[in-house]
Nanobody, 124 residues
Framework: QVQLVERGGGSVQAGGSLRLSCDASVSAFSNYGLGWFRQAPGKEREFVAAISWNSGLIYYADSVKGRFSISRDNAKNTVYLQMNNLKPEDTAVYYC?????????????????WGQGTQVTVSS
């Protein structure tokens, strides 16, 4: 049974930092692209960042570019999202996901497995 478990969410003041991690019990983890998405109350789920199987291709949403950094450790079956200079508009539930293929994507329909989400709250 595939499980993705996100950790590291919490409450922080604007300008602060958080580091999310996602442990995935997926066989052949290193073969797949990974992504982070988020969903704020009353809004649709939106793309945050994606990383390819070998970290050679990385994509960010414009809203987080320069502030967030995605990385992965294939030896640990873990993907990370370092979030710096957080803003109140970053408040959301953050989800990690495993892509269908080796390249991550901005399209959530191209992901097979999802975590349960972790809450990030940024106060002004």
């Amino acid at each position: 049974q595939v499980q993705l478990v996100e950790r590291g969410g919490g409450s922080v003041q604007a300008g602060g930092s958080l580091r999310l991690s996602c442990d995935a019990s997926v066989s052949a983890f290193s073969n797949y692209g990974l992504g982070w998405f988020r969903q704020a109350p009353g809004k649709e789920r939106e793309f945050v960042a994606a990383i390819s199987w070998n970290s050679g291709l990385i994509y960010y949403a414009d809203s987080v570019k320069g502030r967030f950094s995605i990385s992965r450790d294939n030896a640990k079956n873990t993907v990370y999202l370092q979030m710096n200079n957080l803003k109140p508009e970053d408040t959301a539930v953050y989800y990690c996901a495993v892509a269908r293929g080796p390249i991550g994507s901005m399209n959530p329909s191209l992901y097979t497995y999802w975590g349960q989400g972790t809450q990030v709250t940024v106060s002004s």
